[in-house]
T-cell receptor, first 115, second 115 residues
Framework: DTGVSQDPRHKITKRGQNVTFRCDPI?????LYWYRQTLGQGPEFLTY????????KSRLLSDRFSAERPKGSFSTLEIQRTEQGDSAMYLC?????????????FGPGTRLLVL | AQSVAQPEDQVNVAEGNPLTVKCTYS??????LFWYVQYPNRGLQFLLK??????LVKGSYGFEAEFNKSQTSFHLKKPSALVSDSALYFC?????????????FGGGTRVLVKP
């Protein structure tokens, strides 16, 4: 399967713990996006990388959230001191920079439950 | 600010009947519009997009969408629905700019196709 992969698919943690998610984009895709989807809502943009550079961050991304893409390939999203409000599906998407024709392809998501 | 609205939380249709999922948008400049589908416990799958050109866009699995600039709409259609089309459908808009291409999603429409 050469699509976007995410690990883990599910994560249950206790409030106050740190969690880290991984995203592996489609190979050769130079752009990578993170979104958050809460139950019954559409995905909301969190942050975006072009190669290894983090170019845009949403106001939703509090200082407890950090994302990296150190070698311009896979990316990690870390949440420190988790809160119950962080419970959501975290989606990763990748794309190839093609100007107006760019299309984002999504992974299966990581579902986080904070107890 | 760009936004997307999906006025129907759920659409029920009998198998074999036409399916329409509504989407309206608000964006400054030229809109780039997308439809994605989400099956249970899965990520979003790309269906189709409108960038420019012909207002009728054909996509995957027999879906098509019509861009209407005067009504600022981008409704998704399928002439004959299948039970397997039952899923959550999201409309999204992107405003093209050099520094990022985040998607803004609607709230989603659940489609239930009954045999």
């Amino acid at each position: 399967d050469t699509g976007v992969s995410q690990d883990p698919r599910h994560k249950i943690t206790k409030r106050g713990q740190n969690v880290t998610f991984r995203c592996d984009p489609i190979s050769e895709h130079n752009r990578l996006y993170w979104y958050r989807q809460t139950l019954g809502q559409g995905p909301e943009f969190l942050t975006y990388f072009q190669n290894e550079a983090q170019l845009e961050k949403s106001r939703l991304l509090s200082d407890r959230f950090s994302a990296e893409r150190p070698k311009g390939s896979f990316s990690t999203l870390e949440i420190q001191r988790t809160e119950q409000g962080d419970s959501a599906m975290y989606l990763c998407a990748s794309s190839l920079e093609l100007g107006t024709q760019e299309t984002q392809y999504f992974g299966p998501g990581t579902r986080l439950l904070v107890l | 600010a760009q936004s997307v609205a999906q006025p129907e939380d759920q659409v029920n249709v009998a198998e074999g009947n036409p399916l329409t999922v509504k989407c309206t948008y608000s964006v400054s400049g030229n809109p780039y519009l997308f439809w994605y589908v989400q099956y249970p416990n899965r990520g979003l799958q790309f269906l189709l997009k409108y960038i420019t050109g012909d207002n009728l866009v054909k996509g995957s699995y027999g879906f098509e969408a019509e861009f209407n600039k005067s009504q600022t709409s981008f409704h998704l259609k399928k002439p004959s629905a299948l039970v397997s089309d039952s899923a959550l459908y999201f409309c999204a808009v992107r405003f093209f700019k050099a520094a990022g291409n985040k998607l803004t999603f609607g709230g989603g429409t659940r489609v239930l196709v009954k045999p």
